[in-house]
């Protein structure tokens, strides 16, 4: 059988302290023009090298290709040398590649009109008038409104989500037969990465394009593959059609990540995460590489396992049956819904709560005015209770945190915490309270001292506060937190960058809970997590609630997350919270057209779901604070604004269920 | 628990040392420090008391470098010279870094009116060249070894006050310097027990190749005239006076000059080896 792309048995490795470690092992695929295929995987799992590798594009040494061929309309790819001729026209001409960082990709020396057409004047040979001409009729077809005065732009002039735009119509520019998208929108926000893979996919329709999609994100692999490929530390361990997969999963890895993420649609059950630690690359086993983590490895797992056929297109590399696993899961998908009945007294409440910058200009840096990051936010949490705060990025999420703990000047509002006024109080009285409320931080790599060990980390708090006495009391409480988490205190010694990712989320919960907080703020505490690893924080964190009475402060931007966790949820836009409400209200009868687009916008992990749904785009992006709109801060990508809208700030209204809703029209609405 | 330090040491030392020229720069400050130290065991002479019969001699077997125009000898006076050189420049380094870490964490550290103070004073220091300074600072304190030392050691306070506030401006606003706030820690315990440490490794090195620094600016004031009183043996000292009689026993100058370098780059590359290995974030990446 001939395809028109064709990579067989691609084999790459790279150099290292230790000898040479194998990043991609024995893998093929192929893509036929028109397709959309998408590679899911973990990081690490080896999907960007593979692509790399196929074009010659890794750099040689350290890496080296050992094995494999690329065929492209028959022709094998792998015997031109990476600089020929040959592959530079290949490269980019028959084959467009789309990068992650729309930010970085993009030369900033250059005006953009000069990037596109310099891809269509030399693998086209077109001259400057018709490439010019080109990169008009591009920028109309990935929808930069006014193209042909936009192509002497900078792209600093641009936002991300146009910035990559940009790239596609770079990519574009060729003509080519297939499109490698590495992560386009994993840069972006819920709502652009919308358009962009919507723009992405029409495009390789209309054109007859090859469209193959690197992602880790299930839920745009459900909604818009047709096949899929399954990788895990250097191997493809299941292939075939995208409803297949997810229907009938085979794989116990490909099983297993279906299982760890949350779904919006579904009614909340506890998610089952993969155990143990992805691979780390270069440390292979021998036999099947997932058997250290797989629930059902037996003796014969040891010895590699062959991409065998189950059925039509559906491949899998595992020794057992995917009959067998049926049988052996257990049926427990109980729904239990979290209710806010039973919860305690309101612990945290905050009101009005602003922050605000100068802006500063001219040569006596005179203050001009004011620029409004967070716009006056109220809320509370009770007791036991964990409230989400969702939005996308710049919505001021982080910043209402950072006002809460009150690190950043510009602050005013009212923050209440245990029946005290907190926001008021000098930073020198204060301290001592600050025990009561900690935080989890986003990114678990800068949030630890990389120079000192776990057990200190863990433990500063105890001795900040006094709260051990003597040296046999702290070691042994520790240990303790350490346990708490899911970590083997005798770790204790080492420092932060010797734990993976997860880990290192583990230390800093522990850190949090170290003093026995009331409230704890956890700012995107899975945002910087594998798949498999998200699952294993969020029971830690739903479990740690359960035992312990804790109270959170959730923030995420992936609402399906912030669903499956939270009592109630706040949705942010632009410094402002334009719904709240408990959670699984706010998701069956979300009332704010921008709730309303958010959910539209999230892709379900499940292809059948995916069928049925609208895919109603919400238009525009994110506007930048220096733009503050003077009435409703949505009201510009509004569907429904009316003059009204523009030129007054609705506020929070309302309803009996607690149900708080800011906006006219739904305010008109109950009023009828 | 022993066996466990014992290999941390050993690592330490194995990743120190990966690079050869580290071994070698190593060995230099060794034995430049050994010399020093074990002066009087290594030399039959005095270094201060000259022997008519043999004034500047040629290098033989009595005299190994020859002697000088007192009739000392010119090797003995290298050891010697060590202990000098190797004082200046290690308590004057002590004493310029202790009080430019101090400014550069302070003052980048709270900001504001301390800041401003602080790196207007700094970039007064720096538009002046230090062995201006040095001079100048000279002329009020006097000459000895002492003075030298806090001589030497305030010329070069900004470099310390610059580095360390650019340190701190980047470090203090990273997640687990927050963090600390978080937890409700002073600002004393942020700024010394996370901030510093972790702007140790840069000053480490600037530190170690500061010591070369020093003890070339002391042999630049000792040629000129402005620093060690004879007839303390100082390399700087015997080059301002070697080159005089360059052509009658021309190692009498050459040799404490080469001396300068070879101590000079020893400390250097040892610097870049420390930094090596110091930097946690580059530990465990074999």
Not at chain 1, 256 to 264: Q, Y
Not at chain 1, 584 to 605: D, F, S, V
Not at chain 1, 609 to 619: A, G, K, P, S
Not at chain 2, 230 to 256: D, F, R
Request: one cysteine or more; a neutral charge; aromatic letters at 6%.
């Amino acid at each position: 059988m001939d395809h028109y792309y064709e990579v067989s048995d691609l084999r790459v490795t790279f150099a290292g302290d230790s000898g040479r470690s194998v990043a991609v092992e024995d893998v093929s695929f192929y893509v036929e023009p028109g397709e959309v295929v998408c590679f899911v995987g973990e990081s690490g799992s080896g999907k960007s090298v593979t692509q790399l590798a196929a074009l010659q594009l890794l750099p040689v040494p350290p890496a080296s290709i050992e094995s494999g061929k690329v065929l492209l309309s028959g022709e094998n790819l792998m015997q031109y040398k990476a600089q020929s001729a040959t592959m530079r026209a290949i490269r980019g001409g028959e084959i467009g590649m789309i990068f992650q960082e729309p930010m970085t990709s993009l030369n900033p020396t250059k005006q953009i009109g000069l990037q596109i057409t310099e891809s269509a004047m030399l693998h086209l040979k077109l001259g400057r008038r018709e490439a010019e001409e080109k990169a008009v009729d591009l920028l109309r077809q990935v929808g930069i409104p006014d193209p042909e005065s936009r192509l002497r732009d900078y792209p600093h002039q641009f936002s991300g989500g146009m910035r990559q735009r940009i790239m596609i119509a770079i990519a574009m520019a060729s003509d080519p037969k297939i499109i490698v998208a590495d992560e386009p929108t994993t840069a972006l926000d819920v709502t652009t990465q919308a358009q962009i893979l919507e723009l992405l996919t029409d495009l390789a329709k209309k054109n007859n394009i090859a469209l193959i999609l690197i992602t880790h994100n299930l839920g745009i692999v459900a909604r818009y593959a047709e096949r899929i490929y399954v990788m895990y530390a250097g191997n493809v361990v299941e292939s075939g059609g995208s409803m297949d997969i997810f229907a009938r999963p085979h794989h116990p890895y490909t099983r297993g990540l279906i299982k760890a993420v949350p779904r919006l649609d579904l009614g909340e059950h506890r998610l089952i995460p993969i155990d143990g630690l992805p691979p780390s690359p270069g440390v292979r086993q021998p036999g099947c590489q997932f058997a250290n983590r797989c629930p059902y490895a037996v003796d014969a797992c040891r010895s590699k396992p062959s991409l065998d056929l189950i059925e039509g297109i559906h491949y899998c590399a595992c020794h057992r049956k995917g009959e067998d696993f049926d049988l052996l899961e257990s049926k427990d998908t109980e729904e239990s819904h979290k209710t806010t009945e039973g919860l305690g007294e309101v612990l945290l409440s905050v009101k009005d709560l602003k922050v605000t910058y100068p802006i500063r200009k001219g040569l006596l840096n005179r203050k001009v005015g004011d620029l409004t990051i967070l716009d006056g936010i109220s809320f509370h949490i009770r007791r036991g209770e964990t409230l989400g705060l969702v939005g996308e990025s710049g919505c001021g999420k982080t910043t209402a945190a950072r006002g809460i703990l009150k690190l950043i000047e510009g602050t005013t509002g009212e923050v209440w915490l245990n029946g005290k006024e907190i926001l008021s109080v000098p930073e020198k009285e204060f301290r001592p309270t600050r025990k009561n409320i900690q935080m989890i931080f986003q990114d678990p790599f800068s949030s630890l001292d990389p120079r000192v060990n776990v057990e200190d980390l863990v433990g500063e708090p105890l001795i900040i506060h006094h709260l051990v006495s003597g040296k046999e009391e702290y070691h042994q409480r520790v240990d303790e937190l350490l346990r708490l988490v899911g970590l083997d205190p005798s770790l204790k010694d080492r420092v932060a960058h010797e734990f993976s990712g997860g880990q290192r989320q583990r230390v800093g919960i522990a850190r949090a809970l170290a003093a026995d907080p009331d409230v704890i703020i956890c700012d995107e505490p899975i945002s910087a997590l594998d798949v498999s690893i998200q699952a294993q924080i969020i029971n830690l964190l739903e479990d740690l609630q359960e035992k312990m009475h804790l109270t959170y402060l959730f923030i995420a931007h992936d609402l399906a997350v912030v669903k499956h966790i939270s009592h109630r949820v706040a949705v942010m836009y632009l410094g402002n919270i334009v719904e709240i409400s408990d959670s699984e209200e706010l998701y069956a009868h979300a009332r704010h057209p921008y709730t309303k687009a958010l959910l539209n916008a999230i892709p379900i992990p499940d292809p059948r779901v995916e069928l049925e749904r609208e895919h109603e785009m919400l238009r525009g992006e994110v506007p930048s604070v220096l733009m503050r709109p003077k009435g409703c801060c949505f009201a510009e990508r509004c569907p429904f604004a009316s003059e009204q809208c523009r030129q007054q700030k609705p506020v929070l209204q309302f309803d009996e269920k607690g149900h708080g809703t800011a906006c006219w029209q739904i305010r008109q609405e109950c009023g009828k | 628990m022993k066996n466990e330090t014992n290999s941390k040491v050993k690592k330490f030392v194995k990743k120190l040392f990966k690079r050869k020229i580290v071994i070698f720069a190593a060995f230099l400050v060794v034995f430049f420090v050994i010399t020093a130290i074990f002066a009087p065991l290594l030399t039959p002479y005095d270094p201060y008391k000259g022997d008519f019969r043999a004034v500047l001699a040629k290098p033989g077997r009595a005299h190994w470098l020859g002697t000088d125009e007192t009739g000392r000898d010119v090797l003995t006076r290298i050891f010697y010279g060590a202990r000098t050189s190797l004082m200046i420049g290690v308590v004057s380094v002590m004493i310029s870094a202790c009080i430019g870490v101090l400014l550069g964490l302070i003052s980048a550290y709270y900001g504001g009116i301390i800041n401003l103070v602080i790196s207007r004073f700094v970039d007064v220091m720096m538009s002046l060249p230090s062995l201006m300074i040095a001079l100048a600072l000279g002329m009020v304190i006097g000459r000895g070894t002492f003075s030298l030392m806090v001589i030497l050691g305030i010329s070069t306070i900004p470099t310390y006050t610059r580095m360390m506030a650019g340190q701190v401006l980047s470090i203090k606003n990273r997640d687990y310097v927050i963090a600390e706030k978080v937890m409700g820690a002073t600002n004393g315990r942020i700024l010394l027990k996370h901030i510093l440490p972790n702007c140790f490794s840069p000053i480490l090195v600037l530190l170690t190749s500061n010591i070369g620094m020093t003890i070339l600016a002391e042999s630049s004031l000792s040629f000129l005239g402005m620093g060690i009183t004879p007839p303390t043996a100082s390399w700087g000292a015997m080059v301002s006076q070697g080159s005089a009689k360059l052509l009658i026993n021309p190692v009498y100058g050459i040799a404490p000059g080469i001396c300068v370098c070879l101590l000079v780059y020893g400390f250097n590359v040892l610097g870049d080896g420390l930094r090596d290995v110091l930097d946690p974030r580059l530990r465990g990446s074999l």
